[in-house]
């Protein structure tokens, strides 16, 4: 009998503690617009948001399902009140709800979550699509480890962007212009020297090593990114206020203008 109460016990405060942990977490992903126009975020899954300036859309994903997906933003868009519509960059056949890839050129964030067999995620950032504005992830972690950094591209990209690349809305991919997507070129090394954190042509993606985080890291995605707002994230708030409202509230001059949550739909 007692070593039966000590397996109960050992199981009640060690394993419960640590399996109830991995069953609820679930990564967050707060996207903010820090730019002076409104732009149009889109996540596949997940649809997409009209997002004005210093408007953030939280996101968060369902715990422990492997997972993969992509987050962009769309610019100078015009939408109908059925969602239909156009964007000069990242338009994904005509929606406002994205259920497929946007078109170039578009700045791109991709992540991979809750894979077996692995108990990190992984998040990258692409010019592989071209470029249409700035974009900076920032890892939140919730345990300390010194491999994690953020992710950043803040290079002025489009006023750069050579005269056979510039297109309305941003900078287009190599490999799309010239229908050549073989390897690096000196449009894509353009890109690379620009923004070095970033893929800058499709086959880099398979021999370079993507940023890796802790499964329990939640990200914050920043369009136009800019040191005076990095302050100001829902996800930081809450971890110092958990009982305070976050969105659209203000202490201590400390304001935060977000949409509602939106769950993030599971993978198809």
């Known amino acids: 009998m007692r070593f039966f109460f000590s397996i109960a016990i050992f199981f009640y ?5 640590i399996i109830f942990t991995t069953i609820t977490h679930g990564t967050i992903f707060e996207i903010h617009n820090n730019c002076r126009d409104t732009v149009w975020a889109a996540a596949i899954p997940g649809g997409g948001r009209q997002l004005n300036t210093n408007q953030s859309w939280i996101m968060n994903l369902k715990p422990n399902i492997p997972q993969q997906g992509q987050i962009w933003a769309r610019t100078n868009c015009s939408f109908s009140k059925s969602g239909h519509g156009t964007c000069d960059s990242g338009d994904c056949n005509g929606q406002l709800q994205c259920k497929s890839n946007g078109t170039s050129p578009y700045t791109l964030v ?74 690096p070129t000196p449009e894509t090394n353009f890109f690379k020297q620009s923004c070095p954190d970033a893929y800058s042509y499709p086959s880099e993606q398979d021999h370079a090593i993507n940023y890796s985080y802790p499964r329990t890291t939640n990200y914050r995605i920043v369009f136009c990114p800019g040191e005076a707002t990095l302050r100001h994230s829902y996800i930081t708030y809450k971890a110092l206020h958990p009982n305070r409202p976050a969105c659209n509230s203000s202490y201590r001059s400390y304001t935060i203008n977000c949409l509602p949550p939106t769950p993030h739909p599971p993978p198809p």
């Open 13 to 17: 405060f060690f394993l419960f503690p």
């Open 110 to 183: 991709g992540y991979s979550l809750n894979q077996i067999n692995n108990d990190r995620n992984f998040v990258h950032l692409s010019l592989v699509n071209g470029f249409n504005l700035g974009m900076d992830i920032i890892p939140i972690l919730s345990e300390s480890d010194d491999s994690s950094r953020e992710i950043r591209c803040r290079a002025d990209i489009n006023t750069n962007c050579p005269d056979t690349l510039k297109v309305p809305g941003g900078c287009k991919d190599p490999c799309a212009a010239y229908d050549d997507c073989s390897g």
